[in-house]
């Protein structure tokens, strides 16, 4: 196993993002508890309401991450630009969420920044991580899988979009609609395990001695 350089901040990162791990799933299980219990019932919408809860935290949760992760991005002009859109991005995506619980904001304008905020973070996953895969020092299979969480969402949207909106028949239009809908939820099912690894990275907790093996940096 490969010993990566420690920075400041890393293991106060890791922190937050076994946290945003575990709010993504809590978000990840009641989207899912709503779309299969509740829509079909027309309501009350208790999951939904969880859903935009856990999606405020976990908006916040994730800033400090992706500031750390960027930090070993090799500089380039567009480098800083996306950070700093990507942490506006999510400081709009946990405060719209947010007012949707507290009912100062309506459904439909919540929906268009939290997608907005979505959609901008798949773009940090997928360039930030494309240039990561090149650098020596992060784990070539976070980058991976980061690169795919990109890809995924920013793939799935606006193939489902298509579907909605071709004329044709409608087993093609739902055919369509799938493809997007699949390749969206496996990067949005995909999305907290890259915060937990990414916690598992930052936190360094894994040694590499001289023999070859592993063990446990001591407390």
């Known amino acids: 196993m490969k010993q990566f350089t420690e920075m400041p901040g890393d293991r106060t990162a890791s922190a937050f993002a076994y946290s945003a791990a575990a709010v993504g799933v809590a978000g990840v299980l009641t ?36 500031l750390q992760v960027h930090k070993r991005l090799p500089q380039a002009p567009w480098t800083e630009p996306l950070k700093w859109v990507t942490v506006a991005a999510c400081a709009a995506g946990a405060t719209s969420s947010a007012l949707l619980v507290l009912k100062v904001l309506g459904f439909e304008p919540s929906t268009a920044i939290s997608v907005a905020a979505i959609v901008i973070q798949g773009v940090w996953f997928l360039v930030a991580h494309n240039r ?56 949005w099912a995909a999305w907290p395990y890259w915060y937990f690894k990414a916690g598992r990275f930052l936190s360094h907790k894994a040694a590499v001695h001289p023999a070859g093996d592993v063990r446990p940096e001591p407390a």
């Open 31 to 66: 989207l899912g508890a709503m779309y299969a219990v509740e829509v079909p019932k027309g309501g009350p919408f208790v999951f939904g309401a969880i859903n935009d809860a856990t999606g405020a935290v976990f908006n916040v949760l994730v800033i400090p991450v992706i």
């Open 132 to 187: 990561l895969l090149h650098v020596e020092d992060f784990p070539n299979g976070l980058a991976k899988l980061g690169r795919f969480i990109g890809g995924a969402l920013l793939t799935g949207l606006p193939v489902a979009g298509l579907g909605f909106l071709i004329p044709g028949p409608e087993w093609l239009r739902y055919a369509v609609m799938g493809a997007g809908f699949v390749a969206g939820a496996s990067s």
